[in-house]
């Protein structure tokens, strides 16, 4: 089938062909890509201006979730306050936010969300078990559905109202706290940016390194060439070897740098540390109660009248040695005398 | 032939051996006997898949409680049904010999339109099917989940496994991705209000299972039944669905917000690389979505089509993907990269956004792998250097051997040219790219080669950029013209119709003697699944080396990783990626030991120590002193020398004793001293 000279040049004509059949291709679906971002682009429903017409176009979102352009809202709302062109709810201007996202429902689901969250912040640990959590969890996503999706808005605010009143003091506690995983992935974060700091600060002093080695290096090869007398080819050699052995001994000096990240304390640099106060125990206050002992025997004298009822008189008076500890003969013949009265009655009954 | 393998009788269906075989057998049954895994790398055209099926086969009969099944992935659909062929020989011997009729049930999965869910699957003894039934979760969890843990995996042509890996693990969302999973989101709602109507009691009834938690998976997987998905993280089996995703509403809900917070994370104006942690921060600051529900997300969503009963899966391939993302990102804090870019880099003016979730740790998916089955084999013509595998899948097999091809005679010429004729340096590194005397060289090459090479000429380029250039360059100076005066020019395009379409006419011209080259380029499609034997490819003319466009952020990304991690530096991670590919494109001449051919590196980087010492060793051992940094005269003189030689009648008889033996040659004890210099362990 294929013979001679011509078929050659057909094949030459075909290279060059697909070369230009390759060009427009790509070209075609770049342009495809490019209509399809151009008819997604959306718009203000008020002034009907798309962000293809104005590239600066603003569009906002308030409560309602429903989408004005920067420039409407200026105009509907010069004093301040006004209804949504859309669905009639009074709106203030201060509560318009830029739309983050294309569907402006998710502006308002996570503006509502952001709010739930602030009441309903209890953690994992404030359950008794995981199934229980997970059963507030669920309630938390219904009470953002409803106000979302506008399903009994006034139940649920009350609800939400009772439950804000109820747990006041859990609301408050678990202000300033983190979630678990929140806080491995706070950790994580910090081990990633100190790795990549020690990266950066390992590479600047190992280039650091190598360049004051190099330099000495030269000035080394340059100093025996002035002085010696060998001949030149002969040091350039050793110059040489000596230059590769330096390039592999910084192969080899990679010794690893560790930063300080930690306190003595074993906190983390930079980690937050909660300034809240202790929380205070309220507990009923202790009362002293004197002991009574029962020792089945006559009533021992107090300490304080051993002198005075003449026990002291045979006992061995302290010498200032002993009383240095805090010793006095008091209290051994008071231990004496305890013993000796206790259980000296015969058990009643 | 019965052989006997350190005891084993092994049934072998041809009656002359290679001892390269014997000898990949050996070591193969050391694998099998330690239960330990294996990379083992053997010359192209030897044999490899026949040694292994037989073996291992043997190894199931002899200890049938050991081994119970053999999985054997292979890369492309013509690979597969070469082993298949190869397995029917083996069969037929067997009855032939042993007089029974096997029970021995093998079974081929090709493509997904083939696709056997039947549960005789369990009880094949033999699997073969591609990579990526074993390592793409998606597929997988389909289709390997059930198989016993006893089996042994190969992985035959696995020199691109960790690429493989890395592909099935990673994530591409752009605009289009977007706009459909919303459609399926929509979709889904409406499903749901039907639903409700209808059947509300079905929904109850996931809610009420979904409260339980997934337990049934945790029991599976801790009784060991299934492969674990690495995207099904164990944490998820031990807990129950969080509450915010519990109903079907919620879940939907919860999909949207997720949705809208990527399409915003598109719209950037400029390239955003972040880490797995930092996304989760952002998007909880911006959408108020935790951790915890992502992670569920792609079970959560499985739940619920199957609950909504949802027959066609494929029209929901956005939303799943979308949520096999989510529960990847929240799951794997290190060895994922997330990358959004702007616009492609070829065309900076037109927005064109991709996030790329790519993966960076190839031993992610395959780690389930590993872990589950007693033996992995991973084998393939250019492993080398071998140590660099078991590094970047993390593992550590019990045997890691190079073999080497015995020949008759040197029936392959790798020459090294570095030089043109003028004395300039062949080079395809960048300075160079443009400079018209190393391209008039390169094309001088080709010219002089096609004078001398019968049949067909295959050159390789490092990229489609790089060939058009040199072609349309070597067309002003007239090159081309004098080139098609010996033979007939093809060339390889992105388009695969276009290329099947040259190479069948490429063929055929080498068939009736015109003679043809075939101008294609590494990594592209001819270089990996193609061979070219005999006169289809009388010399591979390696044009620059091939290595990966390396300013890609991806690349970048999993260079920094591969460095971190496993202290391997980003250089010797991209020369031994060039050299793998060189060594794929040249090693498509050679498909067998009648066969000849010339394998011409034209750049002088290869002469270099540090490239020439990761081409596999039986290339390797055939480059001396005498074919580095030739000029393009001297490779021609070499050869000639070299194709005259070849020309010369060869039998079979010339190969008998030397480089192919019979039952009784292998048995003597000068051969098999020589047999165990073969193997080259590391």
């Not at chain 2, 040694?51 to 053999?70: C, D, G, H, M, N």
């Not at chain 2, 051992?621 to 060869?650: C, W, Y």
């Amino acid at each position: 089938m294929i013979c001679g000279r011509d078929h050659g040049d057909q094949n030459t004509a075909q290279i060059v062909d697909l070369g230009f059949t390759l060009h427009r291709r790509r070209r075609n679906r770049l342009l495809k890509s490019v209509v399809q971002t151009e008819m997604d682009e959306q718009g203000c429903p008020r002034c009907k201006t798309t962000k293809y017409r104005n590239p600066s176009l603003k569009l906002m979102v308030n409560v309602c979730g429903h989408t004005l352009c920067e420039n409407c809202v200026e105009m509907l709302f010069v004093r301040g306050s006004s209804n949504c062109v859309q669905c009639d709810t009074p709106l203030r201007k201060s509560n318009f936010r830029v739309q983050l996202f294309e569907d402006p429902t998710v502006d308002k689901e996570v503006e509502i969300r952001k709010k739930v969250l602030k009441i309903y912040n209890k953690r994992d640990f404030d359950f008794p078990s995981l199934r229980e959590y997970n059963d507030y969890l669920e309630q938390v996503e219904d009470i953002v559905y409803n106000l979302t999706n506008n399903v009994d808005v006034e139940n649920t605010k009350l609800r939400m109202e009772q439950y804000q009143r109820e747990n006041r003091d859990v609301i408050q506690r678990n202000k300033a706290k983190l979630t678990r995983e929140q806080e491995e992935l706070e950790e994580l974060l910090l081990q990633e940016q100190q790795s990549n700091e020690q990266r950066r600060l390992e590479v600047l002093q190992e280039e650091q390194r190598q360049l004051q080695a190099k330099r000495k290096n030269k000035q080394a090869l340059l100093d025996e060439l002035e002085q010696s007398q060998l001949p030149a080819t002969l040091l350039l050699a050793q110059h040489k070897v000596r230059a590769a052995q330096l390039e592999t001994q910084i192969e080899q000096q990679k010794q690893a740098v560790k930063p300080t990240s930690l306190f003595s304390t074993g906190i983390h640099m930079r980690q937050t540390v909660s300034l809240q106060p202790v929380t205070k125990i309220e507990d009923v206050l202790y009362h002293y109660r004197p002991l009574q002992v029962e020792t089945y025997g006559p009533p021992v004298p107090e300490l304080e009248q051993l002198g005075r009822l003449g026990y002291l008189n045979h006992v061995r008076a302290a010498v200032t040695q002993d009383t240095a500890g805090g010793y006095t003969s008091g209290l051994a013949c008071y231990r004496a005398i305890q013993d000796a009265f206790s259980g000296l009655f015969p058990l009643r009954g | 032939m019965k052989l006997n393998i350190e005891g084993l009788l092994v049934y072998f269906p041809y009656d002359y051996i290679y001892p390269e075989q014997y000898s990949y057998m050996l070591e193969l049954k050391r694998t099998l006997d330690a239960k330990g895994h294996g990379v083992l790398e053997m010359p192209s055209g030897t044999g490899k898949t026949i040694s292994l099926l037989s073996l291992i086969v043997a190894y199931q009969r002899a200890f049938p409680l050991e081994v119970t099944k053999l999985i054997y992935c292979s890369r492309t659909v013509p690979e597969i049904e070469k082993v298949v062929e190869e397995l029917r020989k083996l069969m037929e011997f067997y009855t032939k010999e042993t007089g029974e009729s096997n029970n021995f049930l093998a079974l081929a999965l090709s493509s997904r339109k083939n696709l056997c869910i039947h549960p005789e699957i369990l009880h094949a003894n033999i699997v073969v099917y591609s990579y990526h039934y074993l390592l793409d979760p998606k597929i997988a969890d389909l289709v390997s989940k059930e198989l016993a843990k006893k089996s042994v995996v190969v992985f035959d042509e696995a020199h691109n496994i960790d690429n493989v890996c890395i592909d099935s693990m990673s994530v591409n969302i752009t605009r289009r991705t977007l706009d459909r999973c919303q459609t399926n989101v929509d979709t889904l709602q409406n499903t749901i209000h039907k639903i409700k109507e209808t059947d509300a009691a079905k929904l109850r009834e996931e809610y009420r299972r979904l409260v339980e938690g997934l337990k049934e998976a945790n029991v599976a997987r801790e009784t060991d039944i299934y492969l674990a998905n690495p995207v099904l993280p164990d944490e998820i089996l031990q807990e129950a669905v969080p509450g915010s995703i519990r109903t079907a509403e919620h879940f939907v809900g919860f999909m949207r917000r997720f949705l809208e917070y990527l399409k915003s994370r598109l719209r950037v104006q400029h390239v955003v690389q972040e880490s797995a942690p930092q996304f989760l921060k952002d998007i909880f600051e911006k959408v108020c979505i935790d951790r915890k529900p992502l992670r569920f997300c792609a079970e959560r969503l499985q739940s619920l089509l199957r609950t909504l009963e949802i027959a066609d899966i494929a029209d929901f391939s956005a939303v799943t993907l979308i949520s096999n993302f989510a529960t990847l990102v929240s799951t794997y804090s290190q060895g994922f990269t997330i990358i959004i870019e702007p616009f492609e880099d070829r065309t900076p003016t037109i927005a064109n956004p991709v996030l790329h979730f790519s993966c960076m740790d190839p031993s992610i998916a395959i780690k389930p792998v590993f872990q589950r089955f007693q033996s992995v084999v991973i084998t393939s013509g250019t492993l080398s250097p071998l140590d660099i595998y078991p590094r970047i899948l993390d593992f550590r097999p019990v045997t890691m051997a190079s073999f080497t091809m015995t020949l008759a005679r040197t029936c392959l010429c790798p020459l090294i040219v570095g030089r043109g004729n003028d004395q300039v340096a062949l080079s395809s590194k960048f300075e160079t790219r443009e400079d018209f005397a190393v391209i008039r060289n390169y094309g001088n090459l080709l010219l002089e080669m096609s004078a001398i090479v019968p049949d067909g000429i295959v050159a390789f380029f490092t990229s489609y950029v790089y060939m058009e250039n040199i072609v349309a360059s070597w067309y002003e100076q007239g090159i081309l013209e004098n080139i098609q005066r010996n033979k007939l020019i093809f060339i390889e395009t992105q388009d695969a119709a276009e290329t099947s379409m040259a190479l069948e006419k490429y063929q055929e011209a080498c068939e009736n003697g015109r003679g043809a080259i075939l101008l294609s380029v590494a990594r592209g499609k001819v270089s990996e699944g193609i061979d070219f034997v005999h006169h289809y490819g009388r010399a591979v003319i390696m044009f620059g080396v091939p290595y990966v466009y390396t300013q890609s952020r991806i690349l970048k990304a999993r260079l920094e990783y591969l460095r971190d991690q496993f202290q391997i530096r980003e250089n010797d991670f991209l020369t031994f990626d060039a050299m793998r590919h060189a060594a794929q494109c040249v090693g498509r001449a050679i498909r067998g030991k009648t066969d000849y051919g010339l394998m011409i590196f034209a750049d002088k980087r290869y002469a270099r120590a540090d490239k020439r010492g990761k081409l596999p060793r039986w290339i390797q051992e055939h480059i001396n002193d005498g074919s580095l940094n030739l000029t393009v005269d001297e490779a021609v003189q070499l050869s000639k020398h070299f194709l005259r030689q070849m020309a010369q009648p060869f039998r079979q008889e010339d190969q008998l004793g030397l480089s192919l033996l019979t039952l009784e040659q292998l048995e003597s004890e000068e051969m098999l001293q020589k047999i165990t210099q073969i193997a080259h362990q590391t």
